[in-house]
């Protein structure tokens, strides 16, 4: 087996604050220049992690290792490690000059060298007119801009993001995603970015880490987390979906609403039960109601811009379907379903 | 007819307000000692003032006092206030509620208390055990002034000092002390006033030797006021108008400073 | 960042020494008897406690409570007005208002006093204006009057301030919201800006009754010894009788009595509150 080398490694991490266990045993392995996302709702335990890694947080058990040697005991202030923080935590009384040559002025670097650095990155960040600016006058994105300035122009050997974008609207938000996502790619450096935003972490990420409750749920590509959630509460978190409990007769066989699906899924036991993933764009409408697997009333239609989102109701559930093809409320619908888009998942705490 | 009543009732409070002050200013230039009899004008007692030994050196305790005072409860003030700010829990209530018990606890209280504590310590009352007490009482008002800053402080802020390279000690005095500057002058500024104005406290703890001002005024109220006490008491009113006015004038913040 | 919680330490030593410790020692004389020297010879004893309630200290203590009541209470009917009248004025009007309010609390408290001596004396200011204008002198220092007058003029700003910075809060929709729904003037008085300036009532009577009912200095010089106070009664006993154990339980006497009127406070003050969230609600 191949070696692979490993930038930064987590070995089971711990964390509790008053007796409850934020970061439960984590493991991770971050390679070189990749940009990885820990995403989950609040309290999961992502910002938790960043903070150990930053050095702001004592583990209380397990390791952080840092291009193979213990990061534990080594200080913030010694780690090649930069943050861009939660509402950027710009020093407001310095100007944004001040604020970006921080950390070379505490290098004692030469007064010019720290000068032609700072110029170099306002310019590569588009604030080349901004060095004599309070950073209380300037916009969220600006602020933003000037965060990522300082972190970067100490030439760290990994970035940290905790949700950085979270205080802009949405269309700055949108902007500044690509905008960093091109500046990664750029310099070359480790992103871990912290986030509760599925599709902000699917947009940008090489990496995307599901958390919950302290646990890691799952590690994977965007692709690889939509597409093949390992459970339920990937499933739910990454996108909106249609979670149904079933059963597995066979190998590629599984039943629910008292119809049997072909699907591609192996490997389960005669007659487990599992939940199943259908999203909503595949669900598709038939033209003649009878000839869907599944027959159905539609109780509510949305226009969402792109497409319709409907609910349709039959006896057992209520599902959710995107259409560009509109079905008004109170007609029969039948909807079909390709073997490759049911997604069949081991129950939680059910087998391995 | 109703903005006249108020206008009365305004003019009557500030009549109030204003009489006793009016009153010892007048008095300071009346040639009589008698408090009651205008007799012609003088500047003798202003002149006198300077003369008096008793006066300048109780001024004098009084000035050092303060400005020691100001100075050590501000500095001690701020850095436990760090302290407490990074703290949680029951030992921050704790920390905060006996912090408080100064503020809360009738002068006449503290001022005993201390005495017996001094006395059963075998100290002699005096300009030491008069410094003591007043840090004491002048470090809660320091804290109080400087907490709220530090909440209003980005909790990142000292975090991302430390992420940028800066020892923890650098991170406190380049970044947290700037930008709580405001809570420690303000906090400096109380604590200078309520040592200058102190009475009670400083007539517990100053012993028979050492006496502030406000000793002074004390002891001679009760045996009867020489006038060159008017003349210092409105040197030092006028001294302290001309004060607020600048500041008022400078600053638009004067509101606050006052509060 | 979690280090920094040590910069405290010093500090709580400094507390305990200088704040607790004090405490306790006035705590141990009052429930003793002995030297005040031998820390090691006194003996348990409540005689001093006992002594407090013998008549003549009683009385005292009646009266401290009760002209400290009285005080407050003027306080507060002459300074909601005066705080009323300032948080509706212009800003620029305002300013000048304020100022003007808290000047005087800026010159020396005992000077403040003692000029009252010599406009209230029997030969004072005040009696030698009545004469000019033919009216009989008054007679009212040294007094309770005197000192009642003393109180409320030294304690006055201390009403009107807390009181001030409640109503000048008070958003102004809720006022024109009370006359949209057709209060009127009084209504919206009583049923709007009153229960929401109770806090600042509140914080106001305490700042006031604190004072007040402990001082010495305001009964000493104008009450010219005839009306002792608590306070006058602890400064004689540890000034010149020299008797800690009495004084002691009379300091003592002295905090659990704020400390009760303080939890009143406090009890209305949250009271208030309901109130004003039940309202809210209906």
Known sequence: MEKEKYLIELRNLTKSFDGVKVVDSINLKIKENEFVTLLGPSGCGKTTTLRMIGGFEEPDEGEILFEGKLLNPVPPYKRNINTVFQRYALFPHMNVFENVAFGLRIKKLPKDEIVERVERMLKMMDLENFGKRHVDSLSGGQQQRVAIARALVNEPKVLLLDEPLGALDLKLRKEMQIELLDMQRRVGITFIYVTHDQEEALTMSDTVVVMNEGHIQQVGTPEDIYNEPTNRFVADFIGESNIIEAVMLEDKKVMFDNHVFDCVDTGFEPNEPVDVVIRPEDLKIVNNPEEGMIQGTVTSVVFKGVHYEMLVENEYREYMIHSTLMHPEGSQVGMNIQPFDIHVMKKEGYGS | ?259 | MRRMRLLAYPYSVWMAIFIVVPLILVLLYSFTEGDIRNLAALRFSTRSYERVLEPIYLKVIVNSFVLATISTLCCLVLGYPVAMIVSRANPKVRGMLLMFLIVPMWMNFLLRTYAWMSILSPNGFLNRLLELVGLPKLEIMPGKTAVLLGMIYNFLPFMILPIYTVLSKIDKQYLEAANDLGANKARTFFKIILPLSVPGVVSGITMVFLPAVSTFVISGLLGGGKTPLIGDLIEQQFMWEGNWHFGSSLSIILMVMILISMAIMSRIDRNGKQDENGRAKA
């Open chain 2, 1 to 259: 007819m109703k903005k006249l009543a108020v206008r009365i009732y305004m003019g009557l409070i500030f009549l109030f307000l204003y009489a006793p002050i009016i009153v010892l200013i007048i008095f300071s230039f009346n040639k009589s000692k008698s408090r009651g009899q205008w007799s012609g004008f003088t500047l003798d007692w202003y002149a006198d003032l300077f003369k008096d030994r008793l006066i300048t050196e109780a001024l004098y305790y009084t000035i050092a006092i303060a400005i020691l005072a100001t100075v050590i409860s501000t500095i001690v003030g701020t850095i436990a206030a760090i302290g407490i700010h990074y703290m949680r829990g029951f030992g921050k209530n704790m920390m905060l509620n006996i912090n408080n018990i100064p503020v809360l606890n009738p002068d006449i209280v503290t001022g005993v208390a201390l005495m017996t504590l001094f006395i059963s310590a075998g100290m002699k009352l005096g300009f030491v055990t008069m410094l003591i007490a007043h840090v004491l009482f002048c470090i809660p008002y320091v804290i109080l002034a400087v907490l709220p800053k530090l909440r209003q402080l980005n909790r990142h802020i000292a975090e991302a000092a430390l992420d940028l390279g800066a020892t923890p000690s650098y991170a406190l005095r380049k970044i947290i002390l700037p930008e709580i500057k405001q809570g420690i002058i303000s906090g400096a500024l109380m604590a200078f006033t309520m040592s200058i104005d102190d009475f009670v406290i400083s007539f517990f703890t100053a012993g028979s030797e050492v006496s502030n001002l406000s000793i002074m005024i004390y002891s001679m109220a009760r045996r009867g006021v020489k006038p060159t006490i008017n003349a210092l008491s409105t040197l030092m009113f006028l001294t302290v108008v001309i004060l607020l006015f600048i500041i008022n004038k400078k600053s638009g913040e004067g509101e606050e400073l006052l509060l």
